[in-house]
Every structure is written in C-alpha cells, then in structure tokens.
C-alpha cells in the first residue's frame, strides 16, 4: 500500500512554481499576481484564504486579499469584481465562497472575466473542460490528476467510482475521469444521494473518488481488494483527546480500508494540500496566458 | 414492452410549435427565425439540413439557409458567423457538422453567440448544461430526456448506462442523466472504447444510452429484463432487399433486444425524429429570450 503523500507533493508543485517565479524575476518579468475577495468574517473561509495568501508569498507570487463586511449588496461585490477584471495587473482571482444569502453566487461566477477565472467555475471555463479544450481546471479536481499523475497510478480502461456530485468536486471529477488522455480514460460512475446499492457500486470500482462529507462512510466492506481510493471528504469531528476539541476526519475509514487499498491519500495530508498548489499552478497559467497577449 | 415512438412525440412536439407560433402572428409579434450554414456538398449534411429548413416551414418558423463552397476559408466563415451573431432577425443558427479540413471546428463553434446557439455546442452553454444552470441542451440529448419525460420512465436512482462519449451526445447525456430533477437523479456510467467487460456493465443497467455507431452492438445477453434501451446508433448497412441498398440500423440488435426491454426505441423512428423537433424548441427559446431582451 502507498500513501499518496499530497503534503510532499504540493510542496514540490510549490518548489517547482517558485523556481519558475524566481527565473521571472531574473529575466525582468512580471510575476503572477492573485487576488482573493473574501466576503464576510467567516472563520473556515478566513482561515483558507489565508493560506491563500501565504501561498502566493511562499512562491514569490504578488497577492491582494481584498475584505469587504457581510452587509456588502451584490452590486458591490459586482463593482469590485469589475474593477479586478479590468485590472491589469492581476492576473487571476478568487471569490471566496460561501458568500452571504443576499448575494447570488451564480451572478457573481459569472460576472468574473474566464480569462481570471484560476477557480475554474465560469461555466465557459467548465464547458471548455468537458469538451476537452484547454482551460482552467477546478483546483480540486486539478489536484487530484496531479496526485494520480505523479505517482503513475493507472487509470485507462479502470473503473473510476465518484461519491458525490458537488460542482465543484464531483461533477468536474467525474467528467475529467473519462476524459481522453492521463490521468482519464476511466470508466466512470458518479454516485450521489439517490444512488442505490451504493456497496455493490463501490465494490466494482478499480478507482474511488469519495467527495460526500460524511465521516467514516467508506468502510472496507464496500472497496475491494487494491483499489485506489481517493478521500476527497473534510469534516469536524468532536475528540476530546485534541486540543482543539476536534479532529479532521474524511469520507474514508482510513484504518481499515488502508489495509485493503493498493493507493490511498491520508485525511488530512492528501488532497486538501493539493488544492492550494493547483490555484497557484492555475495563476502561473493566467500569467503565463496573459503575457501571450501582451497584458 | 413498449416503443418509445419518437415520430408520434417529434409530432406532437412539432404541432405544439406551430400552435405557439401560431399565437405569436395572432399577437403580431416576430416569429422564431433559424438559420442554417453549410459549407460544401456533402449529402448527408444537405439532407439534415434540407430537413431541418423544411421543419421550420412546417411549424412557422423563418429559416434561411446559407450555402458557402467547400473552399470557403475560416475567416470567411467567421465572418458569415459574425454576421448571424449581429443580426437581430435571427434568433438562433446552426453551423451543420463536419466542417471542411481547412477549417477549424472548434474556433468556429467558439465564434458563435452563446445566446443564439441553438445545438448547445458553445463552451458556455456546455458548462451551464453540466453546472444546473438554464441554457441550450443540444438537441439530441434533449430530445431523449423528453422522451423519457413524455413516457414517464422513472429515472431517478435507476442506474443508466451510456456507451459512447461524444461531445454531441454520450457526455452530454451522463451529464443530464446524473442532474437533480426529472428526467435525471439516475446513478451514470459512462463508457466508451477503453471501457473492460462491457456486458458486465451494460447487464446491470436499468436504462442503456447507445450512441456508439456499430450496427447490432447492443445484444440481448448484455440486457437485463425490463431495461429501458435508448438506440442513438444510426448507421448504413448494405441491404440488396431495399431500393436504396442499405437500411438505417442502429446499435441495438432490436428485434432479440426489444423482447427483454420494458420500453425501447426503435431506429429509424425513435431519437432521430427528436433531434430536429428539440432544434426547433431551442429556436423557440431563443426567441422567447431575445424578446425578454428586446429584439
């Protein structure tokens, strides 16, 4: 059994991305720069954006975290995304989701410019990656072809089992999966809450991508022997023995179903590290991209 | 057993149309107006296109047909296409596939106003189609949600099985088939030419999309009884019994298959029929949004 270390492969992708921004710097260009807005004093999303930010640092990357209250109207939100649109000198941003109910997500996705979209959720953006074109990926699933990638894990002609079909994990997961090329070429089945016989599904898969939220739901009974099992499931669980008074638990029985699997990624340590250096790799792109055009 | 007859539903569908269209005139409001391009004098295309004009006329619709040579350039085209897009009379165009080597698919479907793009081919309306977002279905997976729909054929946490992943009908269809809502909420697998043990997984579905293009792929030991078989195979096999010398067969070995199915469609007669009845609908769409607009 191998573990697919995501915290030594993020640190490399950052490596190798500070290498290439230091080769920037030494030929007088401009270096990528990534702006965050964050939307509202959430405690999870600070904490993520954060290390956004730090990211950006570490790599030598220009960043702007732009904070505006919880009582911002969505024309405002609107306003600022225009602003960073026009702004050349930024090269991708983020909005930090989720953002308060009086702003509607979807307008707000859509209102940023696909050329700056390094989250991969503007449906031109999706729409590119399901017809095979050359786009930004969502960083987790971005991620999660890295991880597969490096470590040659074999998908052609496996079967790939997604659990869940969110926007921004599942569907997009399912859909590259099946993709030509590698990682791809997998038989896919995305699975979600109307699924039935969810064992008999899981049990059948070479692959399984587990993106739910729900703690300890893969149990060794439901994988069999030497699949490859992808966690991708981040929840808070009461434990009185940490310090914080929680423990970070995945989708996955980690202790049990390690046992049976031929590949599997840690909870955390495994696919949530990727995440982050996926966003940076994303803005290395739209840097990349934007030179091409002369911006 | 029973046919899912899509001649009898594309009429309908068709008489619907015209029945609107006919309101609108009553109204004296513009009615829908579809154009077509076509580069070249390949048979098949003129004949779908002929028949997608003559639908138009049949409903009410304007349609303009524009034929262009097959030495026509990709600027040329592009130019026509910037035509169509600025012109506030056209509702919505088609661009008929293939297009000749000279020029680029892909930049041509991407010039294409993604509000007047009524095959649902534009990256942007692709990834509102796969985000749950209201946009352009293309026609052909339209047309086989609205026959599921119109028969009432439960979908939700059946375990569909869709074989083939193009981008005009196999990925498409594992997309919708997997949404919220009717028809959709189904467990999709999506298989294709890399997939292993294909009976193995065909023989577990309850509803099997076929849009593969090999005549009599599907047969009756990969089925189980009372599945739901969608047959979007069409194919010209040699026949000395016909006037033409070949019949139309699907991928569906239909005459063993259709004893085991609970509904089936039959080739011709079944998806064919709808993809120009879903066509139109989109054109109605199209319309009914540019007049939301104004135009």
């Not at 573990?3 to 500070?18: C, M």
């Not at 602003?83 to 909005?95: A, K, S, Y």
């Not at 638990?249 to 202790?255: H, I, M, N, P, R």
């Not at 840690?266 to 250096?277: E, H, Q, S």
Request: charged fraction near 25%; proline fraction near 5%.
């Amino acid at each position: 059994m191998t573990i697919l270390d995501g915290k030594k492969i993020s640190n490399q992708i950052k490596d190798e991305i500070a290498t290439e921004v230091s080769r920037m710097k030494e030929r007088g260009e401009k270096v990528p720069h990534l702006a965050a807005v964050i939307v509202g004093n959430d405690g999870a999303s600070l904490t993520y954006v954060g290390s956004k930010v730090r990211a950006c640092e570490r790599v030598g990357f220009e960043s702007t975290l732009i904070r505006l209250p919880n009582t911002t109207s969505e024309v405002e939100l609107l306003k600022t995304i225009k602003d960073l649109n026009e702004n050349d000198d930024i090269d991708g941003f983020i909005v930090q989701l989720p953002l308060p109910p009086q702003i509607d997500t979807q307008q707000v996705l859509m209102a940023i410019d696909a050329d700056k979209d390094v989250d991969g959720f503007h449906p031109t953006n999706f729409g590119k990656m399901a017809l095979d074109m050359s786009t930004f990926i969502p960083a987790t699933p971005f991620g999660i072809l890295e991880l597969l990638d490096r470590y040659s894990v074999e998908t052609k002609g496996k079967h790939t089992v997604v659990i869940g079909r969110s926007h921004i994990v599942g569907r997009p997961m399912s859909i590259l999966m099946g993709r030509k090329g590698f990682p791809g070429n997998s038989t896919v089945t995305l699975t979600h809450s109307h699924t039935k016989n969810i064992t008999q599904i899981t049990s059948q898969a070479d692959i399984i991508i587990s993106a739910l939220g729900v703690p300890n739901f893969l149990k060794a009974e439901m994988v069999k022997d030497d699949a490859v099992i992808i966690d991708v499931g981040i929840s808070r669980v009461p434990d009185d023995t940490k310090e914080k008074g929680y423990c970070i638990c995945g989708d996955v029985d980690f202790e049990n179903v390690s046992k049976k699997a031929s590949y599997i990624t840690p909870v955390p340590g495994g696919v949530g590290p990727m995440t982050i250096a996926m966003l940076l790799k994303n803005t290395l792109l739209a840097r990349e991209r934007h030179r091409a055009n002369n911006k």
